[in-house]
């Protein structure tokens, strides 16, 4: 992984401007996408979303945990893609990056021990919208089956969207 980037402090507030612009886009895309009946496409691409949001968040925490008088400031987490989906949830509320739902409601059993929904900020959500894979049955993994996609339910990717632009409103008003 490449080392985390030195960036000068005063161009700290100009990053953040720059992810959140690209996180406006990313959204408006990813629910054109959704409207136009690509779900899968529209998931990835609000994955790239939450994680531009996520580096905002870095950079953010960055530019208030550095003094005046810093010139270079190094930006933890900046390439690696849990980091940023880490920094995005503690910002963005866990309904709002939902793109698919499960069969328990939550807070309807003991925490942990169901799965209740698909979650933009799960690594493995984009991993299986974007590639093939091959999802062995049996311990031996002779049998098995192909798989690429998201479970993406259309109103809770709808749901998530509009959280998400309600929360990149706020930033942007916020932290800039």
Avoid at 23 to 34: F, S
Wanted: with cysteine; charged share 25%.
């Amino acid at each position: 992984m490449k080392k985390p980037p030195k960036v000068p402090r005063w161009e700290l507030r100009n990053g953040i401007v720059q992810c959140l612009t690209l996180v406006a886009m990313r959204l408006d895309e990813a629910e054109a996408l959704l409207t136009g009946g690509y779900p899968t496409q529209a998931t990835i691409i609000f994955t790239f979303a939450v994680e531009e949001f996520g580096k905002a968040v870095l950079l953010r925490r960055a530019f208030e945990g550095s003094r005046e008088t810093d010139v270079l400031v190094v930006i933890d987490g900046f390439y690696d893609h849990t980091a940023k989906l880490d920094a995005a949830a503690t910002e963005i509320p866990k309904e709002g990056l939902l793109v698919g739902h499960a069969g328990f409601q939550a807070n309807a059993f003991q925490a942990m021990a169901f799965q209740i929904g698909a979650s933009a900020d799960d690594w493995k959500v984009r991993l299986d919208a974007m590639f093939v894979d091959w999802v062995p049955r049996a311990a031996d993994g002779l049998e098995g089956k192909w798989q690429w996609g998201a479970k993406t339910d259309v109103d809770v990717l709808a749901k998530s969207l509009k959280a998400v632009q309600e929360r990149l409103s706020k930033a942007s008003i916020e932290w800039t």
